[in-house]
């Protein structure tokens, strides 16, 4: 919907600020502002200004900025419409009408909701009466007491064929009028052609309140307490106010719960839930950012609810069949959607438990570190297509490539297809390895990307932890990366995670993203590179380079020369392997001659480079460039000779 300028400049007028930021943050008055610490990152001095007198808050220590309706928006997540929205209905303003037709379509869903809302708190008081015992029970088994009804507005249908629409008619409200809200049920005509009468919609269940975006009630889900009962579930049927395949059960609230997480997986997507009494559950356990779905697989309307607030959405499922099987179609329908900023992670509860189950057996702590370790999107299809069949054969071998590639051609966004099909290649060589190796732990060598991340493996070199030190420094300065892409491409790096770090950075660099090593690292882990996303966050932090300056000139010629000292590596590994082997080691003249031309090139190397930034005549950038490439000439021409 479109506002008005002059309808938002009288919603800015009637609001206070204060009073909003105030629910968010504890205020302190300083002079004729207020002061308190940032909502958007965790601080112990305050930088948080809030001008009531100018409309506008200021954080200094994020650099945010903004009025009533951007604070909504960052801190509970909501669309500048549903903003907008909730302000207007808070300081009662009434929105805009643009026709005739809108005006009639708004009176009728406003009410429609009055009796959406009234049903509520008839369920609600049914739930604290004699009927309601069963109903009671059943909630208290489930861990759920008095005030979590309250929070969560949980109801009860009694079995009664009609109670609901005798009270709700007798306060005004039409037949058709509670069928369109979805209510009431209009039964079919009988065999002898007579009309039946309606009859109430939800009987002998307890219910679970459904809310918009602005939190009001629109719909409802139920479960049935008679033991055989069908469906077990049962929600509201499709309205003017509610589309189960267009809405979240807790959505608004989850949000909410999210946006005060400040760091970690938690802070990155809502979790997703297979049902209500699931998402109430961890919300009772202090992890208020489930939600449910609401009986049917996740659709694309959904995926893009959960990706509006945030892009890393956690899909928690039952780890029975049942549950793996929806993990599966949530992976094929998430795949064409997915891209930069766009994406899943998984977790497949173990023995056939679901969250309300973990929490109750094993308790908050074990349900929040399952979350926070959950797979991305690509380990599960990996893991799916692992699965399905022996690799005993090559013909099997091959229809596992195929069924991996055949999935990643689902994907439309061209750099996210290529990333995937990238990382499942090196995958499948590292899976072919280690099966010919008869490693286990899932086919993969104890170097294979996503190891668990140690010191031993590694060894320093001349270009620090296997280049790892290299690339590092060009994500932090994009600049060196200007000057010798060609350089940095054809380096070979002895870790399978420093050339995994080395891929992202060309990717997010030649997909026009901004360079820095978050960016990379949120590449990264949407590809399961765990391990490549811990090296990069823990290897210290420098300042940017300039090619022209002593440390730009000194990495400029570390990468030119890097692949030199990387052919030494591998001719002194297949002197161990000779050895191995039985072959006849090669002579120490012939080992001393080598290293005699490796040392004449770094030399030369050097020399190239010096030459190039020192000269008067020099163009500086562009003469390191012809010299960096000169090397890479000279390199090439050599490697026979070796």
Known sequence: MRFPEEFLNELKS???LSDVVGKKVALKKRGKDWVGLSPFSSEKTPSFYVHDDRGFYKCFSTQK???????????????????????????????????????????RKTTLIEWVEKACLFFEDQLRKPAGAAARVYLEKRGFGPEAWKRHRMGFAPDGWRMLLDLLTKEGASVEELIEAGLVVQPEEGADGKSRQPWDRFRNRVIFPITDHSERVIAFGARTLEPDGKPKYLNSSDSPLFHKGRTLYRYMAAREAMAAIKEGPLSQGLIVTEGYVDAIALAEAGIGSAVAPLGTALTEEQLELLWRAGPEPILCFDGDAAGIRAAWRACDRALPLIEPGKTLYFVLLPDGMDPDDVVRV?????????????????????????????????????????????????????????????????????????????????????????????????????TGLGGLRLVVRAIESPRMMEQAPEALAKAVFDDPDADAIRTAAFDVYNGSEMLDRTTVAAHLRSLGRKRAVELLETFPVGQPMDPLSNEGRDWLDAIGRFHVARTLAVEVQATKRADEEGVEIMSAAHQARIMQKVIERRSASRSVVDEATTSPASDGAQDLRNAIGGMGAAMESKRSED
Not at 391 to 400: H, I, K, M, V
Request: net charge positive.
């Open 14 to 16: 009637r609001v206070r």
């Open 65 to 107: 900025s903004g009025d009533a309706i951007t604070f909504l928006m960052e801190t509970e997540r909501l669309t500048f419409a549903e903003s907008v929205e909730k302000l207007a209905r808070d300081y009662g303003l009434e929105l805009p009408k643009q026709t005739a037709e809108e005006e009639r379509q708004y009176r």
């Open 362 to 462: 094993r308790g908050a702590g074990a349900m929040r570190e399952m979350l926070t370790s959950a797979r991305p999107l690509v380990d599960l299809l990996w893991i799916r297509e692992l699965d399905a069949e022996p690799l005993d054969t090559p013909e099997r071998r091959a229809g596992f490539e195929a069924r991996l590639m055949a999935a990643v051609g689902l994907i439309k966004h061209p750099g996210v297809k290529k990333a995937y099909e990238r990382e499942l290649r090196d995958r499948l060589y590292w899976h072919a390895r280690g099966t010919r190796n008869g490693a286990n732990g899932g086919g993969r060598g104890s170097g294979a990307p996503g190891a668990p991340l140690g010191k031993k493996g590694f060894s320093p070199g001349p």
